[in-house]
């Protein structure tokens, strides 16, 4: 059975969550809660001080894994839709009217249409942008399998530095992925300081090695 998975993604908000406020977390949410800071503190124990550059991870994945840098319309979508994502993350007063995410009125069937809606226009604003005034380094790697519907890949972004990627295949290759992207990310590593400032490098490969 085919399975897809997902790492790191920098979509832009399509989806909407409710959440109730002061809501009582679940006997399993406590204990996952618990779990996840277990982990966290034992990932945190393992990192040192030790990064690679954006540059040198291209060349780790090539030379040790195998992964291909690929081209295609699809990965000019995703090239898209990664900028568009950016630009309302990072650059959201090039979107005018909609500089700021949309406030969802009330629970309402309608009133959550029309925020969906209105996010779906705020993230065409941002694909509508020239590359002119704002553009990524986007760079997609795969690992293809026997059957074309199948496929390992990663994707790093070097401006704004992002390592994110995904597999779809079988339970073992998701297993074997996930273990080759946290092998990404302990080679990509951090430094010294981001450790002592508990950066967003640092932040970003904590997550990376807790999943």
Known sequence: MRKNTIIGRADGPTSVFLIKKNAKLTLRQKLEKCRYKLKRAYVERTIKANSHSLDEVIEYIVNVYGFVEVEGEEVRTEYEEMR????MQYAPELLGEYATM???KSESKEDIMVHIGEVQKRQQ????IPIEKFDIDFHKFQIPFD???DNMHI??????VYIG???SGSKKEMKRFHKIFKDVHRYYGVARE????????YEQVVRALIR
Do not use: T
């Open 155 to 160: 994707i790093v972004e070097k401006r704004f």
């Open 194 to 201: 981001d450790i002592e400032m508990k950066s967003k490098r």
């Open 84 to 87: 568009a994502s950016f630009i």
């Open 147 to 149: 059957d074309i519907n």
């Open 165 to 167: 990627g995904g597999v």
């Open 125 to 128: 604003r941002a694909m509508e």
């Open 102 to 104: 949309p406030q969802l």
